[in-house]
């Protein structure tokens, strides 16, 4: 499912259910909200500004 699982730490840790299959199952419980439901604010994660 992924290939470098170091790269998505700061969303697994907002939602560790969509990066664990367990019995070939995703838990989506924690989206919710706007936007998709990532809840984007809360993930750590700093993107480089374009240049």
């Given at each position: 499912m992924q290939f470098w699982p170091d790269e998505s730490k700061p969303e697994a840790a907002v939602h560790p259910g969509l990066y664990q299959r367990r019995n070939g199952?995703?838990?989506?419980?924690?989206?919710?909200?706007?936007?998709?439901?990532?809840?984007?604010?809360?993930?750590?994660?700093?993107i480089p500004s374009p240049n």
């Open positions: 199952i995703l838990d989506l419980s924690t989206i919710r909200g706007p936007g998709f439901g990532y809840r984007l604010d809360e993930i750590q994660r700093k």
